[in-house]
């Protein structure tokens, strides 16, 4: 057995799923600069997709589950950090994905077996297979299982602050720090709701709503965290 299909052997084993459908858990493995224009090639793209709204069902669901009584916006803070690409990328690791991993030469020599983005993608892409191959109630079992350190960690911590996350994150992106101006204020004085437009830099701007300033400020700050991380 070859080094590859030795890894991808124990990453089943640590995944706790044997897969069926052997093409499925190869497609999760292969980069797209395997393929390099060949259609016949199948990587991960395609499943990368289905596996990003796959995640984030699972996610959403738990962490219903775990936080009966907290409302929207305290599971959407929640939520980043379970589905972030820095989140999946260190699931990819723990699974020993990496090394599992089909890559094209340079991209390997490129250091893409550590790029957070390429294992962050691989690892949802490994979720919807698993999706496919054993259907909803596996995947979710797998799920409480593999990200449970990520689970247990926004556990700890309580919901984090995405205001405070984004100035370190725009901090190390050399960027400007995060600018916050309502926009817009509806409904009466007893229960306002605020729209809060948060620029930073050349990025594009987004929004945010909530019944206090603070509240909108910290929806449009995890929006904007969420869209770049992820990119």
């Known amino acids: 057995m070859d080094r590859r299909a030795s890894a991808a052997a124990e990453l089943e ?23 390099d224009g060949a259609r016949h090639i199948r990587h991960n793209e395609r499943l990368e997709f289905l596996g990003d709204r796959v995640l984030n069902l699972l996610a959403a669901e738990r962490l219903m589950a775990l ?11 929640r939520m980043h950090g379970v589905v972030s690409r820095d989140a999946c990328a260190a699931v990819a690791r723990r699974l020993g994905l990496p ?20 294992l962050g993608d691989a690892c949802e892409a490994l979720l919807a297979a698993l999706y496919l191959d054993a259907g909803l109630d596996r995947a979710a079992e797998v799920f409480a299982d593999v990200w449970s350190p990520e689970l247990e960690a926004v556990q700890a911590s309580g919901a984090p602050n995405p205001k405070s996350d984004l100035q370190e994150w725009a901090a190390a992106q050399r960027l400007p720090q995060p600018s916050y101006a309502v926009v817009g204020r509806s409904g009466p004085d007893h229960a306002p709701n605020f729209t809060v437009e948060l620029s930073l830099g050349d990025l594009v701007p987004t929004q945010g709503h909530g019944r206090s300033r603070q509240d909108a400020e910290k929806e449009a700050a995890q929006v904007m965290l969420s869209r770049e991380t992820r990119s």
């Open 67 to 77: 936080h009966p009584d907290e409302r929207e916006g305290e599971l959407s803070k």
């Open 99 to 118: 090394t599992a991993l089909r890559l094209a030469g340079g991209e390997s020599k490129q250091g893409g077996r550590d790029n957070p983005t390429i």
């Open 13 to 35: 084993r640590r995944l706790g799923h044997a897969f069926t459908d052997r093409a499925l858990l190869d497609a999760p493995l292969t980069h797209a600069s395997v393929s």
